[in-house]
């Protein structure tokens, strides 16, 4: 049997760490601001001084809305959320100004959009598009897709997986409806700096994680690999060719997932490049309990169960989590906890001494 696990520590306090696990907002807390409103087919809650622009995204969300609905013949019902900082940190902890579907997929309905009034406050916000608003107003194609996704009966645990289903609703409807957004689809800005990480293989496992900054990045990567997927596809027979693909809610290794995309797509490894290279984050060896070092920094352990049979690990709260043969599964907490120890504490390094592992220390 083989097991490989990866330690990453979290680059900066701007990691996104709330687009994956952090509380999503509700339409309740929204509501209960009090704040001036807009009705119609798609209602638009809006902080004080932001109506233009609200009203603005509020009609670019509903002509989006209506596209997705013939697309895939359903109806989902929204409503749309324009914040400034103040008010969006008293209805989700998710970091400012990272977009957010309403809600989460368990509590849904009700669904909806929570967007910043001000994404250019963000400091590197120049560096992913010259026009902050027209790039609020992709995102929220972006997360209106995982909405249809989650209806689609496509919902899916893959980091990876599950922003190309919402990035390839919202190239369809780019390519459709909305020219001016057509140089999001071709990949980063040229002004974003290097980044850490730059494998596919990464995000998977780490998703937002990465940080706010190499997260857009790879947004626009995938932004590109949900264009090139739709190619020679309408958007409803693509749909429906990725479901039959991926029926398995497992979550499957990036090579497993690599082979089945080129056949979904023959050649996409090729177009997309260094971003198919395996993961960047280099081996390290497993410490036991008695030798791990205390950090408070955050951190996130992934565990590879390449063996035939389900493996069982326990973190530091004795939790226990049975990872499938062939696929893996993430861990998130502080290094104190995480750093080895989660899996030596539960007897498993014990019993696996030469435990290959992955490790990066920011």
């Known amino acids: 049997m083989r097991v490989y696990s990866i330690l990453a520590l979290a680059l900066s306090l701007v990691a996104a760490r709330g687009a994956f696990g952090q509380e999503k907002p ?14 119609g087919p798609v209602p638009v809650y809006y902080s004080s001084g932001f ?52 809600g989460g997929w368990r509590s849904l309905p009700p669904a909806g959009l929570l967007v910043p009034a001000r994404f250019e406050d963000y400091p590197n916000s120049a560096d992913f598009a010259d026009n902050a608003e027209l790039l609020v107003q992709n995102i929220a194609f972006h997360e209106l897709g995982h909405l249809y996704v989650h209806y689609n009966g496509m919902e899916i645990d893959d980091n990876l997986l599950a922003e190309l289903y919402a990035n390839i609703f919202m190239a369809a409807y780019v390519r459709a409806q909305r020219p001016d957004m057509i140089p999001f689809l071709q990949g980063p800005s040229p002004k974003l700096p290097p980044e850490r990480y730059t494998s596919l293989e990464d995000v998977q496992y780490l998703g937002a994680d990465v940080g706010f900054t190499n997260y857009g990045w790879f947004q626009f990567q995938i932004y590109r690999m949900g264009d090139l997927l739709l190619r020679d596809k ?10 039959r693909t991926f029926n398995d809610p497992v979550q499957r290794p990036f090579k497993e997932v690599a082979t089945k995309l080129e056949f979904v797509h023959p050649g996409i490894a090729k177009e997309m490049g260094d971003l198919w290279n395996r993961t960047t984050i280099p081996y390290a060896t497993p410490k036991r309990c008695a030798e791990a070092g205390n950090s408070d920094k955050d951190s996130e352990v992934v565990v590879m169960n390449l063996s035939a049979k389900p493996v069982k690990i326990r973190s530091g709260n004795n939790t226990s989590v049975m990872v499938a043969p062939n696929s893996w599964y993430t861990l998130e907490g502080h290094s104190a906890i995480l750093y080895m120890p989660i899996l030596a504490c539960a007897s498993f390094l014990e019993m696996h001494p030469r435990l290959p592992t992955y490790r990066r220390n920011s």
């Open 234 to 243: 309408p958007l409803r027979k693509l749909l429906a060719e990725l479901k």
């Open 51 to 102: 109506e233009a622009r609200a009203l603005k995204y509020q009609k670019a969300v509903i002509a989006c809305q209506q596209w997705y609905n013939q697309q895939v013949r359903k109806h989902v019902d929204i409503t749309l959320a324009v914040l400034n900082k103040e008010d969006w940190e008293k209805v989700t902890d998710v970091p400012y100004p990272m977009p957010a579907n309403v």
């Open 26 to 39: 509700t339409i309740e807390k929204i509501v209960d601001l009090h704040l001036s409103h807009a009705s």
